[in-house]
């Protein structure tokens, strides 16, 4: 049985339907906290790094030292060809251990906003999102394309929506994996960013029906079988 680790930096963002999917996928996985880490695992402890959102900057490793330690775990973990996938602040460590820049976004971007596939996309995630399908955004920063990587998605407010790095490293700065739970904890304990902007929706707009979310995380369990396939096929060449 596959084993990922999930890494948690605040209660309110966590894996969400990316659970679900690895339950599914016969996955196991164990959620860690990366602000209360005690001993970072092994590399052999896991197969899968999965890498969550939250309100600190990727550049805050100077602030934080378990942020310091984050990053050299994975960057371990990508020298070792585990399957790595990281969402909106996950996305942007990663970018940064790939040498890339953080910066501020010109807007915050939070709420249900579009993302296109760029022509870099494979086509089978192209595919899946044609449709430009609004997803949940909750970020004030972006990142720059770390070097060697595809380009996969954009938005009007963000260049920076997605990358693929080899095959066994992804990066997303939207959330697919969000229930309601985790749209609830994101409006009480990240109320501020709420306020008002360019794009930026008011709450009511961002605590969508559970019919929303279901259809989001049906798009999420597509992309998600098509890396982990993507990913298993490099493996096995």
Known sequence: MQRALIIRHV??????????????????????????PGKWPALEEFDWLIIMGGPMSAR????????????????????????????????????????????????????????????DCPVDVTSMFADSPPVLHWH??????????????????????????GDTIMGLQFHLESDGDTLAGLCEHCAADLAPGPWVQPQHKVLVSEAVLAATHQRLYRLLTWFADTASASDNA
């Not at 339907?17 to 164990?30: E, F, N, P, V």
């Not at 770390?146 to 693929?164: D, I, T, V």
Request: charged share 25%.
């Open 60 to 119: 805050d490793d100077l602030i934080y030292p378990w942020m310091r330690e984050e990053k050299k775990l994975i960057r371990q973990a990508m020298d070792a060809g585990h399957k790595v996938l990281g969402i909106c602040l996950g996305a942007q460590l990663i970018a940064s251990v790939l040498g890339a820049d953080i910066r501020r976004n010109p807007e915050r971007e939070v709420g249900w906003f579009s993302i296109t596939p760029t022509r």
């Open 11 to 36: 209660p309110f963002e966590g894996p969400g339907a990316i659970a679900t999917w690895l339950t599914r996928r016969d996955i196991d996985y164990r959620v860690m906290d990366a602000q209360q």
């Open 140 to 165: 004030g920063e972006t990142f720059t394309l770390p070097r060697g990587a595809r380009h996969l998605f954009s938005s009007e407010a963000c260049a920076q929506q997605g990358f693929l790095h």
